[in-house]
């Protein structure tokens, strides 16, 4: 056995280990805690995988946003814990659901051991065109040239799922405020950890974003970290977030998908297809694609966190 | 056994337990996490076969390894209208059971059936 193989073996246990506790943990709290270390060890696991555009979007998204997600929620939520715990399913229940559960593994586990041998792969594909996009990362040139499609309808899907929540809000409150609790003392430790932090991730967000072009990072790792350093300074009462009402919000939020859009079906007309780009100009259109993205992204993920308006709008 | 294949065992362990906890946990917002813990596990199977078509100097396939950030995004999206979804229902009762009647209470005593 290598060194190598010893190291996996001892991350799937302590990954499976925490998503038992995460499962059968019986504080929520306690759980959502779990949930974050797992997605951290996750993270690990995709570096193994060879993987590094994707453990950083698992490390920002799946351990740091979610993680804030559910932090918020389950604390809102204490109260009815209680009265929850009664409502624990019978042995029954239990029992067909871990069998349930114990033959869906099993048959994934028979696909893994029979999967085909070589394997399929695109890579080679995805490589030969390579040079044509003037972007160094494969990944990248996967999102935003060869399949720019999927990339442009995911930034609608944040957004669809940004009006939704905004949906939610009570008639008072429509437009208004995101409500975001900050008992911060000004002058506290958090406050001074977000003035001393924030200028730091906004230049690691920044570069994570540049570099996605030719090495691992991107736009949505990027925009993750930049939407953590807004929520990290309105948490320590620093700034506060804009109703959800104002226009310059509402057209940054639309320019993203709005220039993607534009770009993808003037390539019908300079290159003979939707999302082709003229030769010899894909690298500027996919920055500025990027670059259109960026603050859209960056706001509905923060957004997104904040919740459905809570206050008045202003009059 | 090799990475890509332990990982992917490992992955088609974690889709048990999230339905495991998805099925079992009462609570809306642990179902919520059982349902990222499925989500995780199929993102984790499909990276370990992005893993094994690693060619032409690539660690990878970038192709699924490129739908898998969109995935992850999504999901978070998904995730994010689900707690919204549930805060509001705590808003509007101060409740949140998906239980098909009301948890018993102390104020009612029903009398037992005869």
């Known amino acids: 056995m290598t060194l190598a193989l010893a190291v996996d073996i001892g991350l799937t246990l302590l990954i499976l280990a925490m998503a038992a506790w995460t499962?059968?943990?019986?504080?929520?709290?306690?759980?959502v805690i779990g949930f974050v270390t797992y997605g951290l060890l996750l993270?690990?696991?995709?570096?193994r995988l060879a993987a590094p555009d994707v453990a950083l979007t698992e490390a920002a998204m799946g351990g740091g946003l979610t993680g804030a997600l559910l932090i918020g929620a389950a604390a809102r939520l204490r109260s009815t814990e209680s009265a929850s715990r009664t409502e624990r399913p019978s042995v029954l229940t239990r029992t067909l659901a871990a069998v349930l559960s114990a033959a869906v593994t099993a048959a994934l586990a028979?696909?893994?051991?029979?999967?085909?041998?070589?394997?399929?792969?695109?890579?080679?594909?995805?490589?030969?065109?390579?040079g044509s996009t003037g972007v160094g990362n494969p990944v990248t040139a996967v999102l935003l040239a060869y399949r720019?499609?999927?990339?442009?309808?995911e930034a609608i899907v944040v957004?669809?799922?940004?009006?939704?929540v905004w949906s939610l809000a009570h008639d008072r409150a429509w437009g208004g405020y995101p409500q975001l609790r900050s008992h911060a003392d000004p002058d506290g430790i958090l406050a001074y950890f977000a003035r001393v932090m924030a200028p730091v991730g906004i230049i690691v967000g920044i570069y994570i974003f540049w570099i996605g072009a030719d090495f691992p990072g991107g736009k949505f790792q990027g925009a993750t970290i930049l939407a953590a350093m807004w929520l990290l300074v309105i948490g320590a009462g620093l700034a506060h977030l804009p109703p959800v009402s104002q226009t310059w919000l509402r057209v940054l939020l639309v320019a993203g998908p709005l220039v993607f859009i534009v770009i993808g079906f003037a390539g019908l007309v300079t290159a003979e297809a939707v999302f082709a780009y003229p030769n010899g100009y894909a690298k500027p259109l996919i920055l500025a694609i990027e670059i259109a993205l960026m603050p859209t992204l960056v706001l509905a993920l923060a957004l997104l966190v904040a919740g459905a308006p809570q206050r008045m709008p202003p009059q | 056994m090799n990475g890509p294949t332990l990982f992917g065992l490992c992955a088609a362990a974690l889709v048990g337990f999230g339905l495991y906890g998805l099925i079992v946990n009462p609570q809306p917002l642990?179902?919520?996490i059982g349902f990222n813990i499925i989500g995780s596990g199929v993102f984790l199977l499909f990276g370990a076969i992005a893993r094994r078509g690693a060619a032409v100097g690539m660690g990878g396939d970038p192709v699924p390894q490129a739908l898998l950030i969109t995935g992850i995004v999504v999901a978070f999206s998904a995730t994010a209208l689900a707690v919204a979804l549930l805060l509001r229902l705590f808003d509007e009762g101060g409740l949140v059971t998906l239980a098909s009647e009301a948890p018993p209470t102390k104020t009612t005593a029903d009398p037992p059936d005869a």
């Open chain 1, 148 to 153: 720019a499609m999927d990339t442009l309808l």
């Open chain 1, 159 to 164: 957004l669809l799922a940004l009006v939704g």
């Open chain 1, 43 to 47: 993270t690990l696991v995709w570096v």
């Open chain 1, 23 to 31: 499962i059968a943990v019986r504080d929520t709290f306690a759980s």
């Open chain 2, 30 to 32: 642990r179902k919520i």
């Open chain 1, 110 to 130: 028979i696909c893994v051991l029979n999967l085909p041998d070589p394997a399929p792969t695109l890579a080679p594909a995805a490589a030969a065109q390579l």
